[in-house]
Nanobody, 122 residues
């Protein structure tokens, strides 16, 4: 069993930055793909970014390219999402998840965290 805990969310002004963390416990996820998804208020969950277990392969949603960076620390079993130049439309609950493929499809991930709220004020 894998437990994922997200942290680092909060309230930030537009143009600001946040770094989200996804810490894994239980079984190691160092050989799994980790993805970040988000669910804006009243909208469907959407893919944000994912990183291969080797740390070299990444995938980003178009909305995240150039502003967000996903990275990982295998020693700490933690994946990070650095978010810069935040916009009000980035407001959402952000979830991390682990799976086996570098996919933008939520169904490809089998463990999910509880989420962390990110609110960007204009």
């Amino acid at each position: 069993q894998v437990q994922l805990v997200e942290s680092g969310g909060g309230l930030v002004q537009a143009g600001g930055s946040l770094r989200l963390s996804c810490a894994a416990s239980g079984r190691s996820v160092s050989t799994r793909v980790t993805g970040w998804f988000r669910q804006p208020p009243g909208k469907e969950r959407e893919f944000v970014a994912a990183i291969h277990w080797n740390g070299f392969l990444t995938r980003y949603a178009d909305s995240a390219k150039g502003r967000f960076t996903i990275s990982k620390d295998n020693v700490k079993d933690t994946v990070y999402l650095r978010m810069n130049v935040l916009k009000p439309e980035d407001t959402a609950v952000y979830y991390c998840a682990v799976g086996f493929s570098l996919s933008n499809y939520g169904g490809a991930y089998d463990y999910w965290g509880q989420g962390t709220q990110v609110t960007v004020s204009s």
